[in-house]
């Protein structure tokens, strides 16, 4: 009984298997909004922030497969599971059952993550580049904490340039404008969610370009099972 629920649970806890999970929430989180819309509009204003994240939440998970056909590379399935289980907590925990206002800190810890991950993305594209034949690179340790800290805190500011333009467009609220009651906040209060994202994520990146920098500087073993896996 102990093994069947090990296994069990390994093939739930599998990058296939969170995938498979993740994507049936969203896509049904996605379907019930979109009724909800449709058969009351005096909802519409109400769901519309929570529909573009699933939509956009989608979009993420299937991301990697596009690039990895790109790049003729995968990302491990330990970081798959990380980067599901981001998207999971982000978007259908986050928005659909308002753990940003129920949970305390819920989207600073989310932020202080994704700088990490976004670290280990950028050391991932610098391992794969330095073993390609057709664009070889010789980069130093510093240099490439460095880049590291540059990669992840550049995709940290598309993403507040994104909420940015969905909050313009639509009018909703993924900058944390507003309260969760919808009471728009004025002045520094107002930009204090975007500016404490980027700290964090920041603070995240810092983290691990320095723990990147010791550890290339080493040699470290476990920096092996960061790297892209090259498809056949």
């Not at 969170?18 to 049936?24: G, H, Q």
Request: proline share 3%.
């Amino acid at each position: 009984m102990r093994k069947k629920l090990q296994q069990l649970l390994a093939k739930i806890f599998s990058s296939r298997g969170l995938f498979l999970f993740v994507f049936i929430s969203l896509a049904a989180a996605s379907a019930y909004l979109a009724f909800r819309m449709i058969t009351d509009p005096t909802t519409r204003d109400y769901y519309t922030l929570s529909l573009v994240q699933c939509l956009l939440g989608i979009f993420l998970l299937f991301l990697p497969s596009l690039v990895s056909r790109r790049l003729k590379a995968t990302l491990s399935s330990w970081m798959m599971v990380a980067y599901v289980l981001f998207i999971y907590g982000g978007v259908y925990l986050g928005e659909m059952h308002d753990f940003y206002f129920r949970v305390p800190h819920w989207d600073t810890l989310l932020h202080f993550i994704s700088g990490a991950l976004l670290g280990i993305l950028g050391y991932a594209l610098i391992s794969f580049l330095n073993n390609s034949k057709k664009i070889p690179l010789v980069l130093s340790p510093l240099f490439a904490a460095l880049f590291i800290f540059c990669f992840s805190m550049t995709l940290a500011v598309f993403w507040e340039i994104y909420e940015f333009t969905v909050d313009s467009i639509f009018g909703i609220n993924t900058q944390k404008w507003a309260l969760a009651d919808g009471t728009p906040l004025v002045g520094q209060a107002a930009l204090a969610d975007t500016m404490k994202d980027l700290i964090v994520a920041a603070l995240g990146a810092g983290i691990f370009s320095i723990i990147s920098y010791f550890a290339i500087k080493r040699n470290a073993k476990w920096l092996d099972k960061l790297n892209l896996k090259r498809l056949p």
